[in-house]
């Protein structure tokens, strides 16, 4: 079974064409979503319908949650704030309702699938969790292997006789051992955080036991300018904007 793993989407149409794009070429079985489809960017509308065409199973991030509980919106940033508030009145009736069907998290192919952390947590960082508690968490999981997303960040994490080791993710394909639990976190489609030109999703091959991290590029200088036609925060076009600049370096 292949799997391709998106996460972090945040209304950027650009990015998200072409890793479907390239999903398409990569011939996988399923795509799953692990939330924020929506926020930070200009067309969450574009996003949940294609994100409904394709069939793709969607798990709640932490910007949907604000997007149908209003209490929960408070604890963001003025900036996401208002761009939540932007992506909210450009999505339909239909789309919103939507994405009140998400779960809050999915077992699938015996893989567990969830925004934030295992086993359920939309909302917490992994990075924000010491190696005792990431330990304690991947230990009762019944699950030898979750995905994650809600950093922008790729990155693995490996529970290995009793010790967590913490690995990087580029572009190479890594194999992984069925003796050792793993959470694997999948970086975003829509806005990286880590200086990248690149939209970036996982592919999970549960035959091979691989994991393949995939860097697509896009855009980057269109979706930046419809952020800013939108009326959203000028921090979120620079972010994708950076990316823009950096091509020629």
Same mark, same amino acid.
């Given at each position: 079974?292949?799997?391709?793993?998106? +996460?972090?989407?945040?209304?950027? #149409?650009?990015?998200?064409?072409? %890793?479907?794009?390239?999903?398409?070429?990569?011939?996988?079985?399923?795509?799953?979503?692990?939330?924020?489809?929506?926020?930070?960017?200009?067309?969450?509308? &574009?996003?949940?319908?294609?994100?409904?065409?394709?069939?793709?199973? =969607?798990v709640l991030g932490n910007h949907e949650l604000a997007c149908?509980?209003?209490?929960?919106?408070?604890? #963001?940033?003025?900036? *996401? /704030?208002? *761009? !939540?508030?932007?992506?909210? /009145?450009?999505?339909? %009736?239909? +789309?919103?309702?939507?994405?009140?069907?998400?779960?809050?998290?999915?077992?699938?192919?015996?893989?567990? #699938?969830?925004?934030?952390? $295992? $086993?359920?947590?939309?909302?917490?960082?992994?990075?924000?969790? +010491?190696?005792? &508690?990431?330990?304690?968490?991947?230990?009762?999981? $019944?699950?030898?292997?979750?995905? %994650?997303?809600?950093?922008?960040?790729?990155?693995?994490?490996?529970?290995?006789?009793?010790?967590?080791?913490?690995?990087?993710?580029?572009?190479?394909?890594?194999? !992984?051992?069925?003796?050792? +639990?793993?959470?694997?976190?999948t970086g975003s489609v829509g806005q990286p955080r880590d200086?990248?030109?690149?939209? /970036?999703?996982?592919?999970?091959? =549960?035959?091979?036991?691989?994991?393949? $991290?995939? #860097?697509?590029?896009?855009?980057?200088?269109? *979706?930046?300018?419809?952020?800013?036609?939108?009326?959203?925060?000028?921090?979120? =076009?620079?972010?994708?904007? /950076?990316?823009?600049?950096?091509?020629?370096?």
């Amino acid at each position: 079974m292949k799997i391709a793993i998106i +996460s972090d989407i945040h209304s950027n #149409f650009e990015a998200f064409e072409k %890793v479907l794009d390239d999903i398409q070429q990569s011939i996988v079985d399923k795509i799953i979503s692990l939330g924020d489809n929506i926020g930070y960017g200009a067309d969450p509308e &574009d996003i949940i319908q294609a994100i409904k065409k394709n069939r793709i199973e =969607s798990v709640l991030g932490n910007h949907e949650l604000a997007c149908i509980k209003e209490d929960y919106l408070t604890t #963001f940033n003025e900036n *996401a /704030k208002k *761009a !939540l508030l932007i992506n909210k /009145k450009l999505l339909s %009736v239909e +789309s919103l309702e939507y994405i009140k069907t998400f779960k809050d998290y999915i077992i699938y192919d015996k893989c567990r #699938f969830v925004h934030g952390l $295992p $086993p359920d947590s939309i909302t917490r960082y992994i990075q924000h969790e +010491s190696k005792t &508690d990431l330990s304690k968490i991947m230990q009762t999981l $019944p699950e030898k292997i979750s995905f %994650v997303g809600h950093t922008h960040h790729l990155g693995l994490y490996e529970y290995c006789k009793g010790q967590i080791n913490i690995a990087q993710l580029d572009k190479k394909k890594l194999n !992984l051992d069925n003796n050792n +639990s793993y959470i694997v976190n999948t970086g975003s489609v829509g806005q990286p955080r880590d200086n990248s030109i690149y939209a /970036k999703y996982i592919i999970w091959d =549960s035959r091979a036991m691989t994991i393949e $991290p995939r #860097f697509v590029t896009y855009d980057n200088k269109k *979706a930046a300018e419809k952020i800013i036609k939108a009326g959203i925060p000028e921090i979120y =076009s620079q972010r994708v904007e /950076k990316d823009t600049q950096m091509k020629g370096k």
